[in-house]
């Protein structure tokens, strides 16, 4: 037989031909529909990946936690840096600091902690099992724990007399357990500098430690009324009209708080600056 078939890629390139010279509407069409299909097809196939994983993640629990870091420390108040400055002769220099705290212990309300959340044995962690998705127990922390700092006898937290309450609080981790059975406890010193200008910290509640029965947290999705447990710092002594750097530190077994290239890991670093 002399007569040969043409190639498959002869008669695209005939088509081709065919349909820019008469159709070249029609070949740009096809070129089109041809990427719509293909883009189509990838994000479906995307797509379906995508679902795939998240089928094998839980919801209430992260699955990979085994390089979660301790927790890092945060205070309040919080409104412009780590700087608490204020005049105490201006009220108007420490009502923001005063206001923030009050909205802050909302929460910590004694009738409202009373309402949601149950009364839990101290000393001990507040272990609750069952399923995942089962809504979890929270234990009261009352703003009245936090005595001198509480904003209940004095409104103004101190600030109006120059003796300022700061609250520092732990970093939530789901199903971490701080102090592997052992409290974690709170110390302030000055961060550089002299040592004199921070005389005395009085620390609430009892001797500034965060109590084991607040823990684990079982995240937001479960442990919905969960507040967490607070150390207040009552600076009762510190040098006025000058800035005062101070290291406030986490102390207990597995708590790292000397990692020098972070200043919220298992540590706070602010400063003071109280004027008269």
């Not at 041809?34 to 209430?60: H, K």
């Not at 608490?84 to 705290?101: C, K, R």
């Amino acid at each position: 037989n002399s007569l040969r078939q043409p190639k498959p890629s002869v008669w695209v390139e005939v088509l081709a031909t065919v349909l820019t010279t008469t159709c070249p509407l029609c070949f740009a069409g096809l070129i089109l529909l041809f990427y719509l299909i293909l883009y189509m097809f990838l994000a479906g196939m995307f797509s379906f990946c995508i679902y795939g994983l998240l089928l094998t993640l839980s919801p209430y629990t992260p699955t990979y936690r085994d390089r979660v870091s301790p927790p890092g420390v945060m205070i309040r108040p919080y409104l412009h840096g780590f700087t608490i400055a204020f005049n105490v002769s201006e009220p108007s220099t420490w009502t923001p600091y005063v206001n923030s705290m009050h909205h802050f212990l909302q929460a910590y309300d004694d009738n409202i902690q009373e309402e949601k959340n149950i009364e839990c044995p101290a000393g001990q962690y507040f272990v609750q099992d069952g399923a995942e998705s089962k809504e979890k127990k929270a234990c009261q922390f009352k703003r009245s724990q936090l005595q001198n700092c509480s904003g209940i006898e004095d409104p103004t937290f101190g600030y109006s007399t120059g003796q300022p309450c700061i609250l520092l609080k732990m970093n939530r981790i789901i199903g971490y357990r701080p102090g592997y059975g052992t409290p974690v406890s709170v110390n302030c010193a000055i961060q550089k500098g002299n040592e004199s200008a921070l005389k005395s910290v009085d620390f609430y509640p009892g001797n500034g430690t965060f109590d084991l029965m607040y823990y684990p947290y079982y995240g937001k999705l479960t442990h919905v009324n969960y507040t967490s447990p607070l150390v207040a710092l009552h600076f009762t002594d510190v040098k006025k009209n000058d800035f005062v750097p101070i290291q406030c530190r986490l102390n207990g077994e597995g708590i790292v708080n000397n990692v020098t290239n972070d200043r919220f890991l298992g540590r706070i670093i602010f400063t003071l600056s109280i004027g008269m």
